[in-house]
């Protein structure tokens, strides 16, 4: 596979037909930071069966439907992170409790007061545990082909859960790469 972009955050890692690590099968990971330390991430595709009402009952009226938890990754999965898109206009600097990622995504920050920050977002989704990568870790399976690297959509971040992500993002990528959003999930039942 070549790599269609630069790994930077908001960069997308979509998962090759050929990895099938459970954690990363078929997935979608939003890149929030890259640095030579390392990477992190969160897996976009993965909703769980836990609300956010549940676990943060302050930002669970607020966050994108469906509105539950989302499975950002297997590291630290006690750990919520929270993305949003801002609304067209926003000003980053102005807002506090964000730190920009890319364009109108940030990472918000879960002790805020949800009430000042929900009129200037379009939406947000909340992620229990992240992906991450240390010091060429990520280049490593970036040249074994089990990633594929393409420039991120801020909407991306809030796909519903019934949304083949996946095969969408590989699908707007033109040819030969939108080839394998064709791929079926179990080459044995083809």
């Not at 070549?2 to 939003?30: C, H, I």
């Not at 996946?166 to 791929?183: C, D």
């Amino acid at each position: 596979m070549r790599q269609e972009a630069e790994v930077e955050p908001g960069s997308l890692l979509v998962a090759a037909p050929t990895l099938t690590d459970s954690n990363f099968q078929r997935t979608v990971v939003y890149l929030i930071d890259h640095r030579s330390e390392g990477t992190l991430g969160v897996v976009l595709n993965r909703p769980s069966e836990v609300a956010v009402h549940d676990v943060l009952p302050a930002w669970g009226p607020h966050v994108t439907r469906p509105q539950a938890v989302y499975i950002g990754g297997p590291v630290e999965q006690k750990t919520a992170l929270c993305l949003a898109a801002l609304r067209t206009g926003e000003d980053l600097a102005t807002l506090e409790g964000v730190v920009g990622v890319r364009g109108p995504v940030a990472l918000v920050d879960l002790d805020a007061d949800p009430d000042a920050l929900v009129p200037r977002v379009r939406g947000m989704r909340v992620f229990a545990g992240y992906a991450g990568w240390g010091s060429r870790q990520l280049a490593g399976e970036i040249d074994r082909g089990d990633w594929i690297v393409v420039p991120g959509l801020p909407d991306d971040v809030l796909t519903p859960s019934g949304v083949d992500l996946w095969g969408r993002v590989l699908r707007r990528q033109g040819m030969p790469t939108a080839l394998l959003a064709t791929y079926p999930v179990d080459v044995h039942r083809n």
